[in-house]
């Protein structure tokens, strides 16, 4: 077989690293989604009647909740009450885990690369 051939055979054989690297990215997105929810409804459950916060409906307050997680940032005003901000804290813990964690899944999967 050529070498372009065997290439991709290579390319669309999934290994048991493969399965190992997709479980644990999987795994991650759930938990990743349930943090979402959680911490929606409790932003929400703090900000909604502080004096001068931006979050007022739940959409605001999934918006908020979700662009933390992706970015660690938002365009609307940080948490106005103790237990926003101590939820928003958790968020970015959560969001840089998460990147670390995905960061090493990946490492880990190109080591355990068979050499050729």
């Given amino acids: 077989m050529s070498s372009f051939g065997a290439e991709?055979?290579?390319l669309?054989?999934?290994?048991?690293?493969?399965?190992?690297?997709?479980?644990?990215?999987?795994l991650v997105l759930?938990?990743?989604a349930v943090v979402d929810a959680c911490g929606t409804v409790a932003i929400y459950f703090f900000e909604r009647h502080a004096f001068g916060t931006q979050v007022?409906?739940?959409?605001?307050?999934?918006?908020?909740v979700t662009v933390q997680l992706l970015t660690v940032s938002s365009q609307l005003r940080n948490p106005l009450t103790t237990g926003?901000?101590?939820?928003?804290?958790i968020?970015?813990?959560?969001a840089v885990?998460?990147?670390?964690?995905?960061?090493?899944?990946m490492a880990a999967f190109f080591q355990?690369?068979?050499e050729r």
């Fill in 56 to 64: 007022r409906t739940l959409g605001d307050s999934l918006f908020f």
């Fill in 91 to 94: 968020l970015e813990i959560w």
């Fill in 30 to 32: 759930v938990l990743t």
């Fill in 84 to 89: 926003g901000r101590v939820i928003d804290v």
């Fill in 8 to 10: 991709l055979r290579d």
């Fill in 112 to 114: 355990d690369a068979p």
């Fill in 12 to 26: 669309f054989s999934f290994e048991h690293r493969h399965r190992r690297l997709l479980r644990r990215l999987a």
């Fill in 97 to 105: 885990i998460v990147v670390a964690g995905s960061a090493g899944a």
